[in-house]
Nanobody, 125 residues
Framework: QVQLVESGGGSVQSGGSLRLSCAAS????????MGWFRQAPRNEREGVAF???????RYAEVVKGRFTASQDNARNTVYLQMNSLKPEDTAMYYC???????????????????WGQGTQVAVSS
């Protein structure tokens, strides 16, 4: 049984930082694409960062230069370091595993098989 568990969310002021973690059990991250997504109320879920099985990283334009994704294979954990946070970054953040390469997912949330429960990030101005 695959389980992804996020942690690290919270409330910060604009310009602050948070680091999200996503620990996996029953799944090895090297199997395929890992994605960080977020969803704000009344918005569609959007991808913000992806790590492919070969370590290739990809970011949404709105977070480039501010967010950094990484993975620790020994701990089977992926991270999302979020710096220079803005109020518009406020959302529920999810990690997800595709089980296939990132190109095969089209970076679309509907093509990711396994999801964590989410962790809330709130950024105040």
């Amino acid at each position: 049984q695959v389980q992804l568990v996020e942690s690290g969310g919270g409330s910060v002021q604009s310009g602050g930082s948070l680091r999200l973690s996503c620990a996996a059990s029953g799944y090895t991250y090297s199997r395929g694409c890992m994605g960080w997504f977020r969803q704000a109320p009344r918005n569609e879920r959007e991808g913000v960062a992806f790590i492919d099985s070969d370590g290739t990283l990809r970011y949404a334009e709105v977070v480039k230069g501010r967010f950094t994704a990484s993975q620790d294979n020994a701990r089977n954990t992926v991270y999302l370091q979020m710096n220079s946070l803005k109020p518009e970054d406020t959302a529920m953040y999810y990690c997800a595993a595709a089980g296939v390469g990132c190109d095969s997912t089209g970076y679309y949330y509907g093509n990711f098989r396994f999801w964590g429960q989410g962790t809330q990030v709130a950024v105040s101005s």
